[in-house]
């Protein structure tokens, strides 16, 4: 033979999507909640977005340029991780919190540990525990929808929490309560999921084994099922952030697990600890986990009798 057969790495099967393909979709998919956190929190919501995109994108630019690596700015993983953190934050957040907030992503979480790809857990869920803890009052500072200006306001599971008069559910559907910016609209984040599953940006494995595990502790515990799914950011953190490709497992099998923990760590934090939502804090600690959960589920390759990855 004349010509040489060349071996390369998987994937051998290549398709026409790409990495900007891919997180177009994501900021198409999450128009919807960014629209009805607009709606119904005003121009608040929407200049908090801004920052937190903004910030991304320079830190990203300003990062790469610093590393003196190929610059990743258009590829759009800097913008789907800057309107993530910004629909992860309270309407009215301090904007210079906002910005410190979208640094934080992406130079700590994102690029010190390499960059797109190689992160070990979602960037705004890590850069929102972060202002989480650094500045709590500011962080958990509710509003009103079409918030009057300096009214506060509890989120439902916080007044759940204090025995105080519940939202009705159609509300908390719409999206007409308090709480962060993405979180209080389910009708726009089912409509985003759906654009995603439709996609195949997403398949529902995880969100499915999230919510149905969450959802099926609830009910063997006594507590109101639809309620506790329709309120706080279990829905946003179920469809936008556990399914970020590279802190999650490669595996079906994998993926199962890790959707099982995070069904049973935000049922977990949110009944038996102080804090009122967990969905955050039980993503980052399976994010924790992925490389345990890909190194026991790891398939035994055709033939042979060890796994391999």
């Known amino acids: 033979m004349s010509e040489k057969l060349l071996t390369s790495s998987s994937p051998h099967i290549r398709g026409k999507e790409n990495t900007r393909r891919i997180m177009l979709d994501v900021v198409i998919a999450l128009l ?18 801004v920052v937190t995109t903004g ?21 759009l993983s800097a913008v789907v991780t800057g309107v993530l953190l910004g629909l992860n934050l309270t309407p009215s957040i301090p904007l210079w919190i906002a910005a410190i907030g979208g640094a934080v992503a992406i130079v700590i979480v994102k690029q010190l540990f390499g960059g797109i790809g190689q992160n070990f857990m979602n960037p705004a869920l890590g850069a929102r525990v972060i202002l989480v803890i650094s500045w709590p009052v500011q962080m958990t500072r509710w509003v009103f929808p079409q ?16 025995g105080g008069p519940l939202p009705s559910l159609f509300d908390m559907f719409t999206g007409n309560i308090g709480g962060c910016i993405g979180e209080t609209s389910a009708l726009a984040l089912l409509i985003g999921a759906a654009y995603l599953v439709l996609r195949r940006v997403i398949k529902l494995d995880i969100p499915l084994m999230y919510i149905g ?10 507590e109101d099922v639809l309620f506790h799914i329709l309120a706080g950011g279990l829905l946003l953190g179920a469809f936008f952030m556990a399914t970020d490709y590279s802190s999650t497992p490669m ?5 199962l697990i890790f959707g099982f923990g995070c069904g049973v760590l935000s049922f977990v934090i949110r009944f038996y600890t102080g804090y009122p939502e967990g ?21 035994v390759s055709f033939g042979g009798e060890k796994s391999n990855a």
Do not use: H
């Not at 607009?38 to 121009?43: P, S, Y």
């Not at 991304?56 to 700015?73: G, S």
């Not at 595990?213 to 006594?222: D, E, N, R, S, V």
């Not at 804090?281 to 994010?287: A, K, R, Y």
């Open 251 to 255: 595996t079906k099998k994998g993926k």
């Open 279 to 299: 969905v955050s804090f039980s993503i980052i600690l399976m994010n924790l986990v992925t490389p345990l959960i890909d190194g026991m589920t790891i398939p």
């Open 213 to 222: 595990t969450f959802a099926l502790l609830t009910l063997i515990f006594q």
């Open 32 to 49: 919807p909640a960014m629209a009805a956190g607009i709606w119904f929190f005003g121009i608040d919501a929407l200049w908090v977005i």
């Open 55 to 75: 910030s991304c994108l320079a830190a990203e630019y300003i990062t790469r340029k610093a590393l003196k690596r190929e610059q990743t700015v258009g590829d």
């Open 147 to 162: 918030g009057v200006d300096g009214v506060s306001a509890a989120t439902p599971l916080a007044v759940a929490r204090e």
